[in-house]
């Protein structure tokens, strides 16, 4: 599994904006090319669900609730993936994680808070 490290979050009122960071940090720079990244959330009570995805070969996929709100990107050379949060609505509070696959392994952040005040 690789270790991943997310950092970003915090509490904005409703409409700002939050950037969150993954990175992975021992990863070896070829295999960090070839993951498949993501971002997904969770509230209590519920499942996790996908937020945002970015293949190895940068395609990219969203949840219908933060299509032309949030943006996605890799950054290979700095083994890191980023989730841009724009026009935060109270609905997207949840802990947000990070997630990698590499040749059926998946690995998972340990998770960061994401606070929208109504």
């Known amino acids: 599994q690789t270790r991943l490290v997310e950092s970003g979050g915090g509490l904005v009122q409703a409409g700002g904006s939050l950037r969150l960071s993954c990175r992975a940090p021992?990863?070896?720079?070829?295999?960090?090319?070839?993951?498949?990244m993501s971002w997904y959330r969770q509230t209590l009570g519920k499942d996790r669900e996908l937020v945002a995805g970015?293949?190895?070969?940068?395609?990219?996929h969203y949840a219908d609730s933060v299509k032309g709100r949030f943006t996605i990107s890799k950054d290979n050379n700095k083994r890191a993936v980023i989730l841009q949060m724009n026009n935060l609505k109270a609905e997207d509070t949840a802990v947000y994680y990070c997630?990698?696959?590499?040749?059926?392994?998946?690995?998972w952040g340990q998770g960061t808070q994401v606070t929208v005040s109504a």
């Open positions: 997630n990698a696959v590499f040749q059926g392994q998946t690995s």
């Open positions: 021992s990863a070896i720079l070829s295999t960090f090319w070839s993951m498949d």
């Open positions: 970015i293949t190895s070969d940068r395609n990219t």
